[in-house]
């Protein structure tokens, strides 16, 4: 037997289970993607037997669309404020919480626990914090400080609440990567810098900042995705509302395919969030991992 | 106790002093008052924020009545109705859905973990370029919103009459973004594997399904104990697919069936509470249990990038 | 060997997870017993007044009655239309279906026979769309009349309700004086119960006068962006700028709104459909500390937004059409059934061969009241806009862009921007 032969039979031993796990990526996600990707240029819907191929109509109507730009600000606002809130407090967080004692340990698996909840049920936690009769207005008029306010009746007081609402669950998320992170700097780099006598700031930039960089490219790709296929909370926390305000894009998609059975124009919306995805976690992990490699 | 302890930051200050006594006296003063201080801040940042989590558990255990009135304090009449009321549902929301979710995501996992770890040991002995091509294919489903594949997912499951069925829920499952993620952890654990170790298997005339089985399987246990958890976890809280996959007339996952518990007519927030305390039960022991691997696996992640 | 064998593994792997995935579903499913007949799932709504007991009570007598079916119910959430729709996108359109917008999927409804709703209704076209019937016109509500509490009335030196637009801004500025919240308003369930002003507005300004404005909207003769629309959104943002809402009005979802209204009576006047009626929602024994009066218009004629409409809507694609049907015309015209929608729910009954009396059903005075009300012959009775689900059905959409510009009210008064939005959706709606 040659040895080429040889090797091919020894991979063959693997390949069905390689192969099966081909063939479901590409039925589960290549094919819908490409599937979507076409749907977008026709008009199809469940209620229509046939679909019409409508060239870029559906693409045209979407940049012409009020309700889609409105659905894009949401979700650009959201991914910005999340991204850069939940870092910067989930690495203060895990700066104060980085100590080894019992206590300490008991603080960190407390702040952990909001990123394992689901969506949903962070989502009616809050939602019964900021009703009318909700805790936060209950502890506002229990204070004598009036009758408090419609925490979800405003867009931009709703914006607001879905923002730090979301960020709750990031900052959590933050924290534990940011802990991890300063765990496994090692105490002899401390050493050696303050031995150079650099104070806390120059230890901060010099020492803490290049050896959490990983650390920072896996927390901002996470709040940046996360923020992008935002529904869950959403759906409960305000159901888009009020005025649409709330509807991130992703809720738009959902709600085109499913509320109005428009399956092309779904698509459409659905292939620039994709696109858009696509651009922001190239651009930032680009930008971040140059600053990995050069610090 | 390590790194960045911040005992020494007043050492300029002090060094001006000329008692050698006073000095390690007022240091040692002055690092005690810091801890405190230190440990106080922290335990406040803390409580704030996971208040939202004590109040839905404190509001578990209290009466209708004292919800609304004292939401903020401790029960004062501890009770077990709200508990009672979620689990004695006529329509058994929560024995249905626990051991849905569990099927669901229990089969998820079983089915994603060898597959996965096969397909990444199978990449890994590909030629750079080969490896990269499938490598980039596979960062599709990292980054690709599941909104985005959702509807024709689901005809494609009409096609093959899986549609609205747990089957096709689990399939889709393994087959979509959660497997990019899989492959990903495990091709990167795979580097770090010495190949002297899949090399002495081979010379041993292994083959390539023992090698994989026998060697590389049990060598990345680390990333397995990654993919589990996180896949686990997110299948378990997972809303959209098993609202929209699974549909009205299968039952649900716990996850969608809270949901679809939120009418818009009522507003028991004893039952309400009482619900989401049973459902977050799962994953918060589940994360309790496993904190170490968990975040050892996000380090994992984080260390390759 | 080897090869062939780990293939038999991995398929036998998979076969067994999915054949017990299978059989879990089913006992997951709750309902073990193995169903005889045909199995039909009927898609219902839980309200305070229809709630779990009554679908299940009504479902077994039906089911009984026609005999050798099993019905399972589906509950849906929220807007009963877009679930069903949003089931349809996923290929699980329920047999049956309760009080959806049948002017909006007719194309997927079996069409009821015209001897039989001839034989069974007052108003046997009711809710026709295009000539043919797909909901049974069983029952009908007025969306809205306006409640309210006569305490408060009188606590803010309000003699009687008001007649016209200009009294009812008088009311709004005398209870808004004495420090009641003039208007009850669920603002956030922006589908439907926040934009109850809106439609009463415009149903009572527009339609009043030109009961085929929806018709001419459809032909593209009349326009959501004309004088008349602008004025009726008008009426609306002087009505928030008047104060006559909660400032926090948005966050107030339905059983919120209801609590403030009916128990805690925090607020004295609350446009919403005639299920308040109803003992699911105003309890017998404290209805006669309310009242009702008709959406108020500028000249004072009284103009009553009727929706005629019924609950059982069968699946044209339904794997037992006939079942489906037969259980449906069983369960529409038990005056039993019928009798308990009209107790607890406030339905205005339309079965022709029942009288009164037979619904056995004890209602309060203030169903009477707005029974009288709805039910006289000195007023116009229209179309509620947006509410029903015949021909003068609103595309998809258009709905929610009622409820999004009535909540956007609350922060803008751009009454040009809000017309846009409703033609936008208009447009959008008629392309769906």
Known sequence: ?295 | MTAIEDRPTTRAMLAQSSDAASRTAAREASNRVKRASRATLAWLATIVFVLPIYLAVSNTFKPRQEILDNPLGLPINPTLENLAKAWGRDDHLIQNGLLNSLLVTALTVVLIIPISSAVSFWISERTPKVKGVLLAIFALGLMIPPQVVLQPIIEILQVVHLDHSYPGLILQNVGGGLMSFAVFVYVGFLRTVPKEIIEAARVDGASEFRTWWAVVFPLVRPATATVGIFIGLWVWNDFLNPVYILGALQGQTITAGIYASLGTYSSDYGQLFGIMFLAALVPIVGYLATQREFIAGLMSGAAKG | ?432
């Not at chain 3, 009727?306 to 059409?321: D, Q």
């Not at chain 3, 179309?383 to 922060?411: E, K, R, S, T």
Request: net charge neutral; proline share 4%.
């Open chain 3, 1 to 432: 060997m080897k090869r062939s064998r780990l293939i038999s593994v991995a398929a036998l792997a998979l076969g067994s997870a999915l054949a017990l995935s299978a059989c879990s579903t089913t006992a997951a499913g709750g309902d073990k017993t193995e169903a005889a007949g045909a199995k039909l799932s009927f898609m219902v709504f839980e309200t305070p007044a229809l709630t779990a007991k009554f679908w299940d009570d009504t479902i077994k007598s039906a089911a009984e009655k026609v005999g050798g079916v099993e019905v399972q119910k589906v509950l849906s959430t929220g807007d009963r239309t877009a679930y069903a729709k949003q089931l349809l996108a996923s290929n699980q359109l329920p047999d049956l279906l309760a009080s959806i917008n049948t002017g909006q999927l007719a194309d997927l409804l079996v069409p009821y026979d015209e001897a039989w709703l001839k034989e069974n209704f007052l108003i046997p076209d009711a809710t026709a769309v295009d000539g043919k019937v797909y909901l049974p016109p069983v029952n009908s509500q007025a969306i809205p009349f306006v409640f309210y509490n006569k305490a408060l009335f009188a606590k803010a030196g309000i003699t009687a309700p008001p007649k016209n637009w200009a009294e009812f801004m008088d009311a709004v500025a005398k209870l808004k004086a004495a420090g009641i919240t003039p208007i009850e308003l669920a603002g956030k369930e922006a589908a439907w119960a926040a934009s109850y002003p809106l439609v009463g507005t415009i149903t009572a300004d527009i339609i009043g006068k030109d009961p085929k404005w929806v018709q001419k909207l459809k032909k593209g003769e009349a326009k959501l962006t004309d004088a008349n629309v602008k004025a009726a959104l008008q009426k609306n943002v002087d009505l928030v700028k008047a104060g006559a809402y909660d400032p926090q009005a948005l966050s107030v979802d339905f059983a919120t709104a209801n609590t403030n209204f009916v128990t805690t009576q925090k607020s004295a006047m609350y446009p919403m459909g005639t299920w308040m009626t109803g003992a699911g929602y105003i309890p017998a024994d404290v209805a006669d500390q309310f009242g009702v009066f008709p959406w108020p218009t500028d000249d004072g004629s009284v103009v009553v937004p009727i929706t005629v409409g019924g609950t059982t809507s069968v699946n044209a694609k339904s794997a037992n059409v006939d079942k489906a049907v037969a259980f449906a015309k069983q369960w529409s015209t038990d005056p039993k059934t019928q009798g308990v929608l009209v107790e607890t729910d406030g339905a205005f009954p339309m079965l022709k061969n029942v009288k009164f009396s037979e619904y056995n059903a004890k209602v309060s005075p203030l169903f009477t009241a707005a029974f009288e009300l709805a039910t006289s012959d000195k007023v116009t009775r229209v179309n509620a806009f947006g509410q029903v689900v015949n021909d003068d059905a609103l595309p998809g959409g258009v709905g929610d862009a009622l409820g999004a510009v009535a909540q956007g009210m609350f922060a803008g008064a751009d009454i040009d921007a809000f017309a846009k939005q409703l033609d936008d959706a208009w447009q959008k709606g008629m392309k769906g």
């Open chain 1, 1 to 295: 037997m040659s040895r080429r032969s040889e090797s091919f039979r020894r991979s063959l031993g693997l390949a069905p289970l390689a192969w099966l796990a081909f063939a479901m990526y590409a039925v589960f996600l290549v094919y819908p993607l490409l599937y979507s990707v076409w749907q977008s240029f026709t008009n199809r819907s469940p209620l229509r037997l046939k679909p019409i191929f409508v060239g870029f109509d559906n693409y045209t109507e979407m940049f012409a669309d009020d309700r889609f730009w409105m659905s894009l600000k949401l979700t650009l606002i959201v991914t910005v404020f999340v991204t850069v809130v939940s870092n910067v407090i989930g690495l203060l967080f895990a700066m104060l919480l980085n100590k080894n004692t019992a206590n300490y340990r008991l603080m960190r698996t407390l702040v952990f626990i909001p990123q394992v909840l689901s969506g949903v049920i962070v989502g009616i936690i809050w939602n019964s914090m900021v009703t009318q009769n909700g805790l936060i207005n209950v502890v506002i008029r229990n204070l004598g400080l009036g009758q408090g306010v419609g925490w979800v009746g405003t867009p931009e007081l709703a914006t607001m609440v879905v923002c730090i609402v979301v960020s709750w669950m990031t900052i959590a998320f933050c924290t534990v990567v940011y802990t991890a992170s300063l765990q496994s700097v090692p105490a002899e780099l401390y050493e050696a810098a303050r031995v150079d006598g650099a104070g806390a700031i120059s230890r901060f930039r010099n020492v803490t900042i290049p050896m959490i960089a990983p650390g920072v490219t896996i927390s901002v790709t996470l709040c940046m995705i996360t923020s992008l296929k935002l529904y869950d909370v959403l759906a409960v926390l305000t159901g888009g509302g009020p005025s649409n305000s709330t509807k991130s894009t992703a809720f738009y998609v959902i709600e085109t395919a499913f509320s109005t059975n428009r399956f092309g124009y779904a698509s459409a919306i659905a292939i620039f969030l994709l696109a858009l995805t696509a651009v922001l976690s190239y651009i930032t992990s680009g930008l971040l991992r140059r600053r990995e490699a050069h610090l």
